[in-house]
Nanobody, 123 residues
């Protein structure tokens, strides 16, 4: 049993920042990758950030690079997404994911387990 639980989403004003957290439980310490995805109403889910847990490489959607930072506390089985300078276009449900993918880590098919999502609303 693997469970991912996101937290940290909120209603904020433009320019504000949040830190989203994803706590993993169960047999959750052997994933090859963890990522954050978002889905806005009427839009496709898109990968915004991912981390290769093997070598620590990180990947970002172009539109968030420089504003968003993914990090992981391996001992706590927790992945974070620091989201800075939020803008209305960042409004979405943000999902944490974990999987065994080795390449193309911003693709949803790299992931097997998904959290329930945490809502980020900017203005």
């Amino acid at each position: 049993h693997v469970q991912l639980v996101e937290s940290g989403g909120d209603l904020v004003q433009p320019g504000e920042s949040l830190r989203l957290s994803c706590a993993a439980s169960g047999h959750s310490n052997s994933f090859a990758c963890m990522g954050w995805f978002r889905q806005a109403p009427g839009k496709e889910r898109e990968g915004v950030a991912a981390i290769d847990t093997g070598d620590g490489s990180t990947y970002y959607l172009n539109s968030v690079e420089g504003r968003f930072t993914i990090s992981r506390d391996n001992a706590k089985n927790t992945v974070y997404l620091q989201v800075n300078s939020l803008q209305p276009e960042d409004t979405a449900m943000y999902y944490c994911a974990a999987g065994l993918g080795q390449l193309f880590l911003l693709r949803a098919d790299a992931y097997k387990y998904w959290g329930q999502g945490t809502q980020v609303t900017v203005s």
